[in-house]
């Protein structure tokens, strides 16, 4: 018990540090191309905090396990914005710039409902079970294939005001890029699979593991890249971050693997999963269509349907 608290306690460090490395790699990589720091926290940063999930997703379908992958993305999704947005926020209010409101956070809900839809047999004939087949992965990496076209004409409009700003040479910031991302996986696995043998060892229920320390596990990631960027004024990285992350869950995490593994015949989930993750990302937009930032005050709301969602799921409310 006293190694599996003391690599606990490394795995803490190793992942603030990677995330503290990776955030100051990832602005200068922007500042080197002249590209927008959202790019970066859209491409780089989301798609490498993604990668715990999506090797739990591979994983998962290999080994027969679908409602894992489902409830996987399901949750990051929900807590990237609840949890992640919210706890940043407390640290300092998130700018949202116009473009992202108009673009990247619309292109978020329509996925987002898009998936929820594709997911829900049931709602349009109650006589089926929900099932997740080849043909809706394959819609939903169609859908990401439109996404990365976004991001690459966003890239050749190569904008960012504030692209000298801690400018570190090419191959440093791709170093500490590279660095971090790597420092973060493994801070992430040995915190997941250290906290899950200890809850064993304590006599914790594997659903209780699998509903707190592997959904949460999965988005430590994020929410530490996210905090550190919030911290060092980097809300573009923050937000891109939590925006690219759950478009990438789910056009890569979800629909790539079942594209092409195969579907999942059989789902078992709560339509109130549904419900929050579709909730989490409509106010997600509203907040910021309301002044281009997510407020302390907007945050707290964040948290507080955190809570009460997070309660219901583990006590049944």
Known sequence: ????????????????????????????????????KMLIGLTIVAFGTSAPEFAVSVKSLLSGNGDIVFGNVIGSNILNILLILGASSMFHFLNVKNATVKKELPITMLITVLFAVLLSDQLFDTGVINSFSRSDGIILSLFFLVFIYYLITMMRNKIDEDSNSDKMPLVKSIFFTVLGIVAIVMGSNLVVDNASSLAKTLGVSERMISLTIIALGTSLPELVTSITATRKGEYDIAIGNVVGSNIFNIGIVIGLPVAILGGVSKIVFNSIDLLVMIVAAVLLFIFSYNDYKISKKEGMIFLLIFVVYYSYVLFGC
């Open 1 to 36: 018990m006293i190694l599996q608290i003391v690599l606990l306690v490394v795995g803490f460090v190793v992942l603030i540090k990677g995330a503290d490395v990776f955030v100051d790699g990832a602005s200068s990589v922007a500042a080197n191309f002249k590209v927008s």
